[in-house]
């Protein structure tokens, strides 16, 4: 069975830094596209950042500059690194393949002062 497991959500002022991680399985994580995705309340699941098994990695106009997205090997764990975070990056988020393979319980990020 496919999971992916968000955690290092949470509250955050506008300026602010948060470090999302995500983890699967061994297989998952070699074989496919990583990418984050996220959902603000009222509108549709969008796509952030994405990389692929060669690491090459493509990022959403609104968080270019801002957010980096990265792979651990060893740890089969994605990181999106998010700096200089504004109240409109508030949303849900959530980690699985591109294009999606299934959805995790994701990780809340809200960024208000």
């Known amino acids: 069975q496919v999971q992916f497991v968000e955690s290092g959500g949470g509250l955050v002022q506008p300026g602010g830094s948060l470090r999302l991680s995500c983890t699967t399985s061994?297989?998952?994580?070699?074989?496919?596209?990583m990418a984050w995705y996220r959902q603000a309340p009222g509108k549709q699941r969008e796509l952030v950042a994405r990389?692929?098994?060669?690491?090459?990695?493509n990022y959403a106009d609104s968080v270019k500059g801002r957010f980096t997205i990265s792979k651990d090997y060893p740890k089969n764990t994605v990181f999106l690194q998010m700096n200089s975070l504004k109240p409109e990056d508030t949303a849900v988020y959530y980690c699985?393949?591109?294009?999606?393979?299934?959805w995790g319980q994701g990780t809340q990020v809200a960024v208000s002062s």
């Open positions: 061994t297989i998952i994580f070699r074989a496919y596209a």
């Open positions: 699985s393949g591109h294009p999606p393979l299934t």
């Open positions: 990389i692929t098994s060669g690491g090459i990695t």
